[in-house]
């Protein structure tokens, strides 16, 4: 079965620190993308960081990288330097059957930063 | 540019009545999904239309659950008779199939439907 799982229901942070968002991933396909997207309350969903799976190097998006561990089906998101604005629902997806393209997702973490 | 709209934003509507709800994607975008997120879960995939044509609807949970997008444009997806069950947010996103943003999908802000 495809899955994506993100074990951390909540993360907080202190303004100005660095966070990092789990996510693990299930799949028996090579190739496949992975996302975060970033729901804000009240908001839409927008997609913070995409990694392509045969791709090595990680992205980086300004505040926002991944390490992308393949071996270990790891995909997390690491948040630099954390403003208030950075507060919302993250939700870990990926794209997982070959030629398939929707999205499986994690359950999400709500992502609170302290000032 | 439009971003994927939604309508309504929310709806209540008690046990047995019917639903249909929305979904205008972006201009131009040839793929649309729908997904829904009930309370406490995960977002889940329902369908995807290429165009008019229904590309995959594994996620469709059963036959009261009716999806249509005539003209391969908005989308509509009713709920005929709604249950209990049904209750939770349905988004919808709309993707290209080529360019420099092929494959990224954006959503709608959702429409949440609360059935008592």
């Known amino acids: 079965a495809q899955t994506v799982t993100q074990s951390q229901p909540e993360m907080s942070v202190q303004e100005a620190e660095t966070v990092t968002l789990s996510c693990t991933y299930d799949?028996?396909?090579?190739?496949?993308?992975l996302f975060w997207y970033k729901q804000p309350p009240s908001r839409q969903m927008i997609l913070v960081i995409r990694q392509e799976a045969y791709k090595q190097q990680n992205a980086t998006e300004n505040r926002f990288s991944v390490n992308f561990q393949k071996a270990a089906k790891s995909f997390s998101l690491k948040i630099s330097d954390s403003q208030l604005g950075d507060a919302a629902m993250y939700f870990c997806?990926?794209?997982?059957?070959?030629?398939?393209?929707?999205?499986?997702f994690g359950q999400g973490t709500r992502l609170t930063i302290n000032p | 540019e439009a971003g994927v709209t939604q309508f309504p934003s929310h709806s209540v509507i008690e046990k047995g009545q019917t639903v249909t709800l929305r979904c205008d994607p972006i201009s131009g975008h040839d793929n649309l999904y729908w997904y829904r997120r009930v309370m406490g879960k995960e977002i889940k995939f329902l369908l995807h239309f290429v165009k008019e044509s229904k590309q995959d609807e594994s996620g469709m949970p059963n036959n009261r659950f009716l999806a249509e997008r005539t003209g391969g444009t908005y989308s509509t997806l009713k709920v005929q008779p709604a249950e209990l069950e049904d209750s939770g947010v349905y988004f919808c996103?709309?993707?290209?199939?080529?360019?420099?943003?092929?494959?990224?999908?954006?959503f709608g802000p959702g429409t949440r439907l609360t059935v008592l």
């Open positions: 997806a990926a794209h997982l059957l070959q030629g398939a393209q929707k999205l499986v």
């Open positions: 996103a709309s993707s290209q199939d080529q360019g420099p943003f092929y494959n990224e999908q954006f």
């Open positions: 799949t028996s396909e090579s190739d496949y993308y």
